[in-house]
């Protein structure tokens, strides 16, 4: 199974970036890795996605490692609002489209 | 666009009962999914459909739930009887694609907080 490891929690100050590391050393050449966050309260929403390169959108970046077996969810200037769960997720078994949810980064941002 | 919506919000039950739960998907998403999220923890996938078919139910406890999609579009998921294990939220999701490697994120409900007592 390709499975992830995140730290269990982090914390940043307001206003500085968050380095949001992910592991994946079983990670299949067309496993794409995706990042979501939990809000409390709501649902999962997503974040980014990636498969080689790093990725930009309007939320965060993704930097991942040239061996893939390892990935980074930069977060430029964490607001008070991007206190949440962070999951790390990949396919479960390539062909299948399941993927496993682990227990994710909570990140606490202080003010 | 609307988003994906659950009912009910909050659902309270004693043991033995039964109780059901509803999902509408994004207008035009294929695949819906139904995660059961116990406090502390990330969502587990209980089962996966694709339009009205079963693509995965392996981890869906089949003596006592059980899930409908009728028509391909709304979503139900039933507990009966209900034990105490079973309090937890319960997501439904649906997404445009089968799979997540055609670049098409799944999108949440807020889910269904179900405590039972």
């Known amino acids: 199974d390709a499975k992830t490891t995140q730290p269990n929690s982090m914390e940043s100050n307001e206003e500085e970036p968050v380095h949001l590391p992910c592991n994946h050393s079983?990670?299949?050449?067309?496993?794409?890795i995706h990042w979501y966050r939990q809000l409390p309260s709501q649902g999962p929403e997503y974040v980014i996605h990636?498969?080689?390169s790093n990725v930009n959108n309007r939320m965060a970046s993704l930097a991942i490692a040239e061996d893939r077996k390892s990935s980074t969810l930069i977060l430029h200037r964490a607001t008070l609002r991007d206190a949440a769960v962070y999951y790390c997720?990949?396919?479960?078994?390539?062909?299948?489209?399941?993927?496993?949810f682990g227990t994710g980064t909570r990140l606490k941002v202080l003010a | 666009e609307a988003g994906v919506a659950q009912s009910p919000r909050y659902k309270i039950i004693e043991k033995r009962q039964s109780v059901a739960f509803w999902c509408n998907p994004i207008?035009?998403?294929?695949?819906l999914y139904w995660y059961q999220q116990i406090l502390g923890q990330g969502p587990k996938l209980l089962i996966q459909f694709q339009n009205n078919g079963v693509v995965d139910d392996s981890q869906l406890p089949k003596d006592r739930f059980s899930a409908e999609r009728l028509k391909g579009v709304d979503s139900t998921l039933k507990i009966q009887p209900a034990k105490l294990e079973d309090s937890a939220v319960y997501l439904c999701a649906s997404s445009l694609m089968r799979a997540l490697n055609y670049n098409s994120p799944l999108h949440f409900g807020n889910g269904t907080r179900l405590t039972v007592t």
């Open positions: 997720i990949l396919r479960d078994v390539p062909g299948t489209y399941k993927y496993i």
């Open positions: 079983t990670i299949s050449g067309t496993d794409y």
């Open positions: 207008s035009g998403h294929a695949t």
């Open positions: 990636g498969l080689t």
